[in-house]
């Protein structure tokens, strides 16, 4: 069942030191930066977290990293043009990377959330990506053995989401949010609106309810624009 | 088109445009594939999928068309065509890997006379990794074009006999695009669709495998 707070301090209050977080977004679309920013203020540390990227620019994911409050990332594509913050710290050795193909990220976070204990993806065959993981030839084809990835909180940007905690997304910010709403053990998701039960057409519903653990309405979230190129 | 000179980016990319089929479902990989979808004819049916969760996407968005939720795999900001449809990134990479798309154009930095990729990481020390989709698109379209300059700086083919930056797919890559000249590859080995500004003779000096004109 949802719980609908009124801050995204509330929101974020009991994620502890050492957590694993995933948080939603591609580059800077549909990326959680209120809910992001409220748990730099709240100060847990020694963070485990899921995303794409690594940060962009000064707010955000950015601005956890820069606050030192992450010890792992798991991601497919840190380095971009405005990732300096992440840069400097990998680095200087302040922070561990887990390089992930995104598609193998991607399904990594689903199968944790469909009850999955592993699949054979081609991806990664052959690669430095895949050294020292199972491998398995099927019908012919090779493929490698992942394992599922699994958080403790996950933190959503949607668009629209109901008393009941179904939820829309806009665009391209959909991307990670229906996956990781389903593989964390608590999914926070802020939203534009809420809206009562009735108000968003069944048929439109993107992530069902029954993913949605805590809800914070924040209507004029920011999208940082995206640095030009990567 | 009758190329005398080596084509410019422009001309490479209206050439490999113009070899995607009408109808074709196509993934435009970051940098200079994404100039390809300035060159394919508008009406002729082809959808371009972004890796981020969209089919249909159409060209860069300016002015009040920009909408910060709704970008290409670059981080570009583009626009939505009549018909687009959008989905997470698991069905997205189920896309891909599903063998759902026609083909996709990858930049490169070596590819074997194998069909092997390497394009996502140089292996340099202090070099930052990244990968993002390269590896699940290179496996997963049912064809993957590389589209790339022929030479290195220091005028080294990067086609080669095996790939010595880290790889990025075995065996995937079916056709070449370059500057020179475009290349098939399939078991039998690498052959030579057509040259620019250069005979097949000069480019099999330039490119230590075995070619065959077509």
Request: net charge negative; aromatic share 6%.
């Amino acid at each position: 069942m949802v719980h609908i707070v009124a801050t995204v301090d509330d929101a974020v209050s009991d994620i502890p030191d050492g957590a694993t977080v995933m948080i939603g977004g591609f580059g800077t679309a549909g990326q959680p930066v209120e809910l992001i920013e409220a748990l730099v203020r709240q100060g847990a540390t020694d963070l485990t977290v899921i995303n794409n990227n690594a940060g962009n620019g000064e707010v955000g994911l950015a601005a956890l990293v820069a606050a030192g409050r992450i010890r792992k990332i798991i991601c497919s594509f840190p380095r971009q043009s405005d990732s300096h913050h992440f840069d400097e710290k990998y680095r200087a050795g302040e922070i561990e990377l887990e390089l992930v193909p995104q598609g193998n990220l991607a399904e990594r976070v689903r199968a944790a959330g469909a009850g999955i204990g592993g699949f054979f993806t081609p991806t990664g065959y052959g690669t430095p990506l895949a050294e020292g993981k199972e491998t398995r030839e099927i019908n012919g084809r090779y493929y490698v053995l992942e394992y599922p990835i699994h958080a403790d909180f996950a933190l959503i940007k949607a668009h629209v989401g109901d008393e009941a905690g179904n939820l829309t997304y806009r665009k391209t910010a959909r991307n990670f949010g229906p996956i990781m709403a389903s593989a964390a053990r608590t999914a926070i998701v802020q939203v534009a609106r809420i809206v009562p039960v009735g108000q968003i057409d069944p048929e439109n519903v993107v992530t069902p309810g029954i993913h949605t653990n805590r809800m914070v309405a924040v209507p004029a979230a920011r999208t940082p624009e995206p640095a030009v190129g990567q | 088109m009758k190329a005398t000179n080596r084509l410019d980016r422009d001309e490479l990319a209206a050439l490999v445009a113009r070899d995607i089929p009408a109808g074709s479902y196509v993934n435009l990989g970051i940098g200079q594939p994404t100039r390809v979808s300035n060159f394919l004819a508008l009406g002729n049916g082809v959808t371009l999928h972004t890796e981020n969760g969209m089919l249909g996407m159409g060209p860069e968005a300016h002015g009040d068309e920009i909408d910060l939720d709704l970008i290409n795999a670059g981080k570009i900001p583009v626009t939505e065509l009549p018909g687009a449809s959008y989905f997470h990134h698991a069905d997205s990479f189920a896309m891909m890997r599903g063998g759902h798309l026609d083909i996709c154009v990858l930049g490169a930095y070596q590819v074997s006379q194998h069909g092997d990729l390497a394009n996502w990481h140089t292996g340099g020390v202090g070099d930052i990794p990244a990968v993002g989709g390269a590896m699940d698109l290179a496996i997963g379209a049912k064809d993957t074009f590389v589209m790339m300059s022929l030479l290195t700086r220091e005028g080294q083919s990067k086609i080669v006999p095996e790939c010595t930056y880290p790889l990025t797919g075995l065996g995937c890559v079916s056709r070449v695009y370059t500057d020179l000249a475009v290349f098939l590859l399939d078991s039998s080995g690498v052959t030579v669709r057509e040259t620019f500004g250069i005979s097949f003779a000069e480019l099999a000096d330039l490119v230590p495998v075995p070619l065959r004109p077509s």
